[in-house]
């Protein structure tokens, strides 16, 4: 599987973006898929996640009521809504994917990774 983010930008706080991840590989459907962030000089954090089904979605606390994950897999492309933008937002953006099917927070359990998107909220 590879994966292909984009939608990043520079944007004002209190905005909004939307991150696009698209997927190559007919399996697509059947992975986990997740979103990550790595703000400079901090370690990587998980944002969010949902499940191969779509039936059950993770969300960090703090982006919870901001940030929305979604996917279609008719598409093979999986989106992160995110709404009321801060400063503290600003980061790296990834998205990856797990064969393991169930939404999760673990890094470690995703087998493929997209180059990033950069997303940057003045202040």
């Known amino acids: 599987v590879q994966l292909q983010a984009s939608g990043g930008g520079l944007v004002q706080a209190g905005g909004s973006l939307r991150l696009s991840c698209a997927a190559s590989?007919?399996?697509?459907?059947?992975?986990?898929l997740g979103w990550f962030r790595q703000a400079p000089g901090k370690e990587r954090e998980f944002v969010a996640a949902?499940?191969?089904?779509?039936?059950?979605?993770a969300i960090t606390d703090s982006v919870a009521g901001r940030f929305t994950i979604s996917r279609d897999n008719a598409k093979n492309t999986v989106w992160l809504q995110m709404n009321s933008l801060k400063p503290e937002d600003t980061a790296v953006y990834y998205c990856?994917?797990?064969?393991?099917?169930?939404?999760?927070?673990?890094?470690?359990?995703?087998?493929?990774w997209g180059q990033g998107t950069q997303v940057t909220v003045s202040s």
């Open positions: 990856a994917a797990s064969t393991r099917m169930v939404a999760s927070s673990v890094a470690e359990r995703y087998e493929y």
């Open positions: 590989g007919r399996l697509f459907s059947s992975y986990a």
């Open positions: 949902i499940s191969w089904s779509d039936i059950s979605t």
